[in-house]
């Protein structure tokens, strides 16, 4: 075999690692954005009409049940049970993760379409079970316990196949990112932080991204009540399209 040969033979196996690298940066640009706006709406949709619980701040869920326990007030069930079925969501998604084999872009477009998968059924349980009548009854816990699923898939994706990637809904550390980077910014003395534009950056439309979701949800569930989880559904099936339509393009271009 002629050494020009070999090379040609050797070339695409070398190209494969470096167009994953270059399409997983890309997806670090675009896809949290999107997906923060995403958990904004869940979360906002989720407090509103199924009972006060969080779906995306878990930490809320645990606050709140844990103040309950203490001071003797009004227990919800659901909010203890939210936290160990985001724990079990969390471990079904490294299951799940672990048994395709899939890295990087490959295993983010999967994860985009278990998350889209769960925000679909939380929107056709509420259409058809109407659990914000009855926040408190065994409808809204069904359908809150999907959601908090739906979100654990997507915070695993980004720890997952996207490591880089900051947060989408971790709003009180990018609120301080963004807050203290500013300051550093505006100083003209020696910076405290070490000098990282690109993350002030994605910090900032992160929690732009979070709080549009929050404001956009809140005149859906105004309006619409539980048609309102149709908006996370339609921005998850965008992810998803995009996504698959960046790896096409990489295909194409090795």
Request: glycine share 6%; aromatic share 6%.
């Amino acid at each position: 075999m002629s050494t020009l040969t070999r090379s040609s033979a050797v070339l695409p196996n070398i190209a494969g690692p470096a167009d994953d690298a270059a399409e997983l940066s890309r997806l670090e640009a675009w896809l949290p954005p999107l997906l923060s706006v995403i958990a904004g709406m869940v979360d906002l949709t989720g407090f509103f009409t199924l009972g006060h619980i969080f779906t995306a701040h878990i930490t809320g869920n645990l606050v709140v049940a844990a103040a309950a326990v203490v001071h003797g007030g009004p227990f919800n069930l659901a909010q203890a049970i939210a936290i160990v079925v985001f724990m079990l969501a969390l471990a079904v998604v490294w299951l799940i993760a672990q048994a395709s084999h899939r890295r990087g872009p490959s295993l983010a477009r999967l994860l985009l379409l278990v998350q889209l998968l769960l925000l679909a059924a939380v929107l056709i349980f509420s259409v058809i079970m109407r659990p914000s009548a009855e926040p408190s009854g065994l409808a809204a816990g069904i359908v809150v316990m999907i959601a908090v699923s739906a979100m654990a898939c997507q915070y695993a994706l980004l720890r997952l196949a996207i490591p880089g990637a900051i947060s989408t809904a971790v709003m009180t550390g990018n609120l301080t990112n963004t807050v203290l980077s500013l300051m550093d910014l505006m100083s003209k003395d020696r910076a405290l932080l070490p000098v990282d534009a690109g993350r002030l950056k994605r910090s900032l439309h992160l929690l732009i991204g979070f709080l549009f979701g929050c404001v956009a949800a809140a005149f859906a569930v105004h309006q619409l009540e539980d048609w309102s989880w149709s908006f996370p559904v339609v921005l998850a099936g965008v992810a998803l399209a995009c996504a698959h339509a960046a790896g096409r393009r990489t295909e194409a271009v090795s």
